[in-house]
């Protein structure tokens, strides 16, 4: 027998992350067995109906907070929420204090009296509920800042607005919904441990960035700057106002030798103009945006690639494998000009290099030992979204629709985003599902549901994650993935198989080479790239054999 108890604190806000740690501290209370501190969103609502609590959801909304426990009695269930509303109490607040030698400062009322205390700052970073954030942007560039803008929450023509003050006066608005940035080696939201070095990159893609950087490392080569501008930057609606104005800056910039440009598929006319701006710079350049059909008309020095593994290849100047085109940065040699094969489309279909991850363990499997074929759907379950469509891509190109909640056609878009149907894959950064909710990187509870879930359907064959390290993310990944994994290809022993894209540095806090080892004792297969990841499940599930692609009016729902 268990005893449930379900409270609702109507206009009760506390942040995800915060929400996130009380839900585990309280159930690693003893006798409980389930507990849940979480905003009143309809991806809250529908896990907490599928964990099994009661909540009547009449009236509740995002501001509303929902506790949820259960335990081995009454007792341990009340004890557990008086807990629960303890740790809430206590959440925020600084230790006591008071100590001899202890002097307390007060903190600034405002961005510009900050930043009038001290000459020497130049940056704010603002992670704030989004109805605050058009002041705070505002308040930010009046003082003279730079901006790192974490939280989403402007409509595009005020993110448009916001831009062009940013750029006229000489500043960075790296966002909003920025996820990922290193200036001068310094990490910004999710990064990762990445050497320095004469690549500079522009990326409307926080985990782009990241996985971009992490193979450079890989590769033995560092990067000058990642100057993230948020997922809106290259719509039509914004029309690439902080790429153009970062390019810019990279340009500059001597420690700057070559650039690459990161997104989801922009917007055509906005792409013409950065690969413009790329070939201005003066500097080779390659716009990597996954599952983009038909790439801008390419100027002289300017190259495309529809892979991030294919953009960190070229960047690294390493050879592609053989009867493929080369990647190589242009070399100081003739003029090119467009259409000639120095200003050719990188294809990519290139295989990934075979990087080692640390230790010398290969980073993909070799060919003379392919995986077990577990046929059945494929499904996707991921925290970034470029990887997410960058994985979509390649499966796409050998079995044609992939149904998606972020799809790479409109008619593959997933009814519900919570049912797969055939292959599936599912962004849960994507901002629909990280209302108040941490991010899957920091709390992976809603992939960890799903996952369960996909693993135990018969339909499916082969499920693909990612897990990505670095400064902000989960501290152990891994550890909390890999039960899962184990007990799932116990549950279906030949029938199912799960491949991993992990992105990380050898330098990032978690380990990348223990981080690696503990998903492969689980079962998993790991590689280093999304692309790679998604040709391992076509392999796995036994459909690496092209087939047509249907025509561009045609092809329904997959």
């Known amino acids: 027998m268990t005893a449930s108890r379900v409270e609702v604190r109507r206009g009760t806000y506390h942040d995800s992350v915060t929400l996130m740690q009380v839900s585990r501290q309280a159930e690693a209370l003893p006798g409980v067995e389930a507990a849940a501190a979480v905003a009143a969103t309809p991806v809250n609502l529908e896990l907490l109906a599928r964990q099994g609590f009661a909540v009547d959801t009449a009236g509740l909304g995002p501001s509303d907070l929902v506790l949820c426990v259960r335990a081995a009695d009454d007792q341990a269930a009340a004890e557990a929420l008086e807990q629960v509303e303890a740790l809430l109490a206590g959440a925020g607040r600084g230790g006591a204090g008071g100590g001899s030698g202890v002097r307390w400062v007060a903190a600034p009322p405002s961005l510009r009296a900050a930043a009038g205390r001290d000459p020497d700052l130049n940056l704010a970073v603002l992670s704030v509920p989004g109805r605050h954030l058009h002041y705070e942007i505002a308040e930010a560039l009046q003082a003279g800042l730079h901006v790192f803008c974490f939280s989403d929450g402007l409509d595009p023509a005020t993110e448009a607005a916001c831009k062009r003050v940013a750029a006229e006066r000489g500043l960075l608005l790296m966002g909003p919904d920025c996820g990922t940035a290193i200036l001068d080696g310094v990490g910004l939201g999710f990064a990762n441990a990445v050497r320095r070095g004469p690549v500079g990159i522009v990326g409307a893609s926080g985990t782009g960035i990241q996985e971009v950087t992490c193979l450079l490392d890989a590769a033995g080569v560092g990067i000058s700057h990642a100057i993230g501008v948020g997922g809106r930057d290259l719509s039509p609606e914004v029309g690439g106002i902080m790429t153009l104005h970062a390019l810019d800056l990279l340009a500059a910039d001597p420690a700057t030798e070559r650039l690459v440009v990161i997104s989801k598929p922009p917007d055509p006319e906005v792409a013409r103009r950065v690969a413009e701006a790329a070939a201005a710079a003066g500097k080779p350049a390659i716009l990597a945006f996954p599952g983009l059909d038909n790439p801008p008309r390419l100027p002289m020095r300017v190259r495309f690639a529809s892979s991030l593994e294919t953009a960190a290849r070229w960047a690294a100047g390493t050879p592609t494998t053989p009867g493929t085109p080369e990647p190589r940065p242009p070399g100081p040699g003739a003029?090119?000009?467009?259409?000639?094969?120095?200003?050719?489309?990188?294809?990519g279909a290139v295989h990934s290099p075979r990087a080692e991850l640390p230790g010398g363990a290969p980073a993909e499997p070799p060919a003379a030992n392919p995986p077990v074929v577990t046929p059945g759907a494929i499904r996707g379950l991921f925290g970034g979204g470029t990887l997410c469509y960058e994985a979509m891509a390649a499966l796409a190109g050998v079995v044609?629709?992939?149904a998606s909640n972020i799809p790479?056609?409109?008619?593959?878009?997933?009814?519900?985003?919570?049912?797969?149907?055939?292959?599936?894959?599912?962004?849960?950064?994507d901002d629909a599902m990280t209302e108040g909710r941490a991010h899957p990187m920091i709390d992976p509870g809603l992939r960890n549901e799903r996952f369960r879930r996909e693993a135990a359907d018969p339909q499916t064959g082969v499920v693909v994650l990612d897990v990505v390290l670095g400064y902000g993310a989960h501290p152990d990944p891994a550890g909390?993935?890999?039960?899962?994994?184990?007990?799932?290809?116990?549950?279906?022993?030949?029938?199912?198989?799960?491949?991993?894209?992990?992105?990380?540095?050898a330098g990032d806090p978690q380990g990348l080479d223990a981080q690696a080892a503990t998903l492969r004792a689980a079962g998993?297969?790991?590689?280093?790239?999304?692309?790679q990841a998604a040709r391992l499940a076509l392999t796995a599930a036994g459909l690496d054999r092209p087939a047509p692609r249907p025509g561009r009016e045609g092809g329904g729902r997959p």
Do not use: K, M, N, Y
């Open 335 to 347: 003029p090119e000009r467009e259409g000639s094969p120095a200003a050719e489309t990188v294809s």
């Open 400 to 402: 044609g629709g992939v």
């Open 408 to 429: 790479l056609r409109p008619e593959w878009r997933l009814a519900d985003p919570h049912r797969s149907e055939g292959h599936t894959f599912v962004d849960f950064g």
């Open 480 to 505: 909390e993935l890999a039960p899962l994994i184990e007990g799932a290809l116990a549950d279906r022993p030949g029938g199912l198989s799960v491949v991993v894209s992990l992105c990380g540095a």
């Open 524 to 531: 998993a297969l790991v590689t280093r790239s999304s692309a």
